[in-house]
């Protein structure tokens, strides 16, 4: 990402879709999806990082992953 437009659509994507990518951004060869969930009234984030060649193809896959961790979790009893 290397303009305010096109980190504005991203952010737009990623509060759409709930789940954000990093694709080799913060580490070369690591590939990363993550999730924002709220846990007792505190937000915190999820990331599955992975290595490049096993991540790519698999972002579908990981994205249904996290999200169904975030319902199981937002559905639990944290009292």
């Given at each position: 990402i290397t303009s305010a437009a096109e980190l504005?659509?991203?952010?737009?994507?990623?509060?759409?879709?709930?789940?954000?990518?990093?694709?080799?951004?913060?580490?070369?060869?690591?590939?990363?999806?993550?999730?924002?969930?709220?846990?007792?009234?505190?937000?915190?984030?999820?990331s599955v990082p992975m290595p490049a060649q096993r991540f790519q193809g698999r972002e579908q896959e990981c994205a249904i992953a996290l999200l169904e961790l975030r319902d199981r979790i937002m559905a639990a009893d944290w009292s």
């Amino acid at each position: 990402i290397t303009s305010a437009a096109e980190l504005r659509r991203e952010l737009d994507l990623v509060r759409t879709t709930g789940v954000a990518y990093d694709y080799e951004e913060q580490n070369e060869g690591i590939c990363a999806a993550g999730i924002a969930v709220t846990v007792a009234g505190v937000q915190v984030a999820i990331s599955v990082p992975m290595p490049a060649q096993r991540f790519q193809g698999r972002e579908q896959e990981c994205a249904i992953a996290l999200l169904e961790l975030r319902d199981r979790i937002m559905a639990a009893d944290w009292s």
